[in-house]
């Protein structure tokens, strides 16, 4: 999507491996969130960042699951022992409006393809 | 707590018929409710908003009504398009607005 840049766009990766997926906002906003979208299924919330921290990381799965945002900026997404149930689509949203308006709006990027071999 | 329950799938109109597709929430607080769609191979992006209850969301034609006191946010659409063919993920924010929660989504198909 327009002023979220993911990547890489797809990843393959065998099983055991660590893994990185990038999300730069563009334009800086505070808020960013990763979400991960499996196959069949619905939007899992991962992990959501105001500025460089990380208020909200209840959704991460595992402890194999880790996060990092820099600068207010580009955060990292790090996978590490990948394993096949891992394989999904890693979605980055920023968002957009005051965290105080109620009216805050997710713009999406257009995601990276994991697969796990 | 919060979350969205919305339709099951996969929806397959043909072209000009009408749209519905439910989705119910539950939330504390006042939450914002939305309405993005995924086309294929594509992002998802915002289709429609409402911030309050009684706000009618629309665009390109989708409506969505704030329903307070039915705890809904039914998507519609009069006449869909093969254009059309997407999915449809209803959510809601809280936690003033910080927080966001999808439902599973919604397979819509629309055949000429």
């Known amino acids: 999507g327009a002023g979220v840049s993911q990547s890489p766009s797809n990843k393959v990766t065998e099983k055991g491996k660590d893994v990185e997926l990038r999300c730069d906002p563009i334009?800086?906003?505070?808020?960013l969130y990763w979400y991960r979208q499996s196959l069949g299924q619905g939007l899992e919330f991962l992990i959501y960042f105001q500025g460089n921290s990380a208020p909200d990381k209840s959704g991460l799965p595992s402890d194999r699951f880790s996060a990092e945002r820099t600068g207010g900026s580009v955060s990292t997404l790090t996978i590490q022992r990948t394993q096949q149930e891992d394989s999904a689509v890693y979605l980055c949203?920023?968002?957009?409006?005051?965290?105080?308006?109620?009216?805050?709006?997710?713009?999406f990027g257009a995601g990276s393809r994991l697969t796990v071999l | 707590g919060n979350s969205v329950t919305q339709m099951e799938g996969p929806v397959t109109l043909s072209e000009e018929a009408f749209l519905t597709i439910n989705c119910t929430y539950t939330?504390?607080?006042?939450?914002?409710l939305f309405w993005y769609v995924q086309y294929p191979g594509e992002g998802l992006q915002l289709l429609l908003k409402a911030t309050k209850a009684d706000d009618k969301g629309s665009n390109k034609g989708f409506e969505a009504t704030y329903r307070k006191e039915t705890t809904s946010f039914h998507l519609e659409k009069g006449s869909v398009q093969v254009s059309d063919s997407a999915v449809y993920f209803c959510?809601?924010?809280?936690?003033?607005?910080?927080?966001?929660?999808f439902g599973t989504g919604t397979s819509l198909t629309v055949i000429p």
């Open positions: 959510a809601l924010s809280a936690n003033s607005g910080n927080q966001f929660y």
């Open positions: 949203a920023r968002g957009t409006g005051g965290p105080f308006s109620g009216a805050n709006v997710l713009t």
């Open positions: 939330a504390t607080g006042y939450p914002s």
């Open positions: 334009s800086g906003h505070t808020a």
